[in-house]
């Protein structure tokens, strides 16, 4: 976006590339959306309809008429901001009502009249260690779309030891650790290294479930 149209005709470029060439992949638009109901309708119809992605990252915190936009599209996924990776998360996400509730457990108690997780999962971050625990106490079957591992310093260990389900439940995801694997011609394949060592990692501590 940051390109204008540019941007937005590589991103449409990649986004078909992926259909053509790898038809099974699931696409996640990490867009962090969320406005007043006619807004998030447009929106969902931008990555829904126009580019038919398969799910996209919702901010919840304008509310309930905010998000249900994006859910009236069937076979496409909601992915709400629960508890992110970053160092600002703590000024808002962590704070405690007068009974002890964390913002970030509203927001997975109340996001759950909207839908189930056969059609909502949840962003949790890296980076919020045992965490975890308490976010699979509210949401035991939700798959969770991990950001933070890599350059962020998340720990994948930690993730799996206190996020992973019975069926993996798990959507990890490492960013800056493979698209700036290198600044030179060799790119494709340091980039391409960076991957398949998360992935191996990933194959390790899956081991436990199977």
Same mark, same amino acid.
């Given at each position: 976006? #940051?390109?204008?149209?540019?941007?937005?005709?590589?991103?449409?470029?990649?986004?078909?590339?992926?259909? $053509?060439?790898? *038809?099974? $992949?699931?696409?996640?638009?990490?867009?962090?959306? =969320?406005?007043?109901?006619?807004?998030?309708?447009?929106?969902?119809? &931008?990555?829904?309809?126009?580019?038919? !992605?398969?799910?996209?990252?919702?901010? *919840?915190?304008?509310?309930?008429? #905010?998000?249900? *936009?994006?859910? &009236?599209?069937? =076979?496409?996924?909601? +992915?709400?901001?629960?508890?992110?990776?970053?160092?600002? #998360?703590?000024?808002?996400?962590? &704070?405690?009502?007068?009974?002890?509730?964390?913002?970030?457990?509203?927001v997975l108690r109340k996001s759950q009249e909207w839908a189930g997780d056969e059609q909502m999962m949840y962003v949790v971050g890296a980076t919020?260690?045992?965490?975890?625990?308490? +976010?699979?106490? !509210?949401? *035991?079957?939700?798959?969770l779309l991990v950001p933070g591992v890599g350059a962020q310093g998340g720990s994948l260990e930690e993730v799996c030891k206190y996020g992973m389900?019975?069926?993996?439940?798990?959507?990890?995801? #490492?960013?800056?650790? !493979?698209?700036?694997?290198?600044?030179?011609?060799?790119?494709?394949?340091?980039?391409?290294?960076?991957?398949?060592?998360? $992935?191996? $990692?990933?194959?390790?501590?899956?081991?436990? +479930?199977?």
């Open positions: 976006e #940051s390109m204008g149209v540019k941007g937005w005709i590589a991103f449409e470029k990649t986004v078909n590339y992926i259909k $053509q060439n790898h *038809p099974d $992949q699931f696409i996640i638009a990490d867009a962090k959306r =969320g406005d007043i109901g006619n807004t998030s309708a447009m929106y969902a119809r &931008t990555f829904f309809e126009e580019l038919d !992605i398969d799910s996209v990252t919702v901010a *919840p915190y304008m509310g309930e008429d #905010s998000v249900t *936009p994006f859910l &009236t599209y069937t =076979g496409k996924w909601v +992915i709400l901001l629960a508890l992110t990776s970053n160092k600002g #998360s703590h000024d808002f996400q962590l &704070t405690a009502d007068a009974n002890g509730e964390r913002l970030f457990e509203k919020q260690g045992r965490a975890f625990e308490d +976010i699979r106490k !509210i949401v *035991p079957e939700h798959f389900n019975r069926m993996c439940g798990l959507i990890v995801n #490492s960013s800056r650790g !493979i698209i700036y694997a290198d600044k030179t011609e060799n790119f494709a394949a340091a980039s391409r290294k960076a991957a398949q060592e998360v $992935q191996e $990692q990933m194959a390790e501590q899956l081991k436990a +479930i199977l």
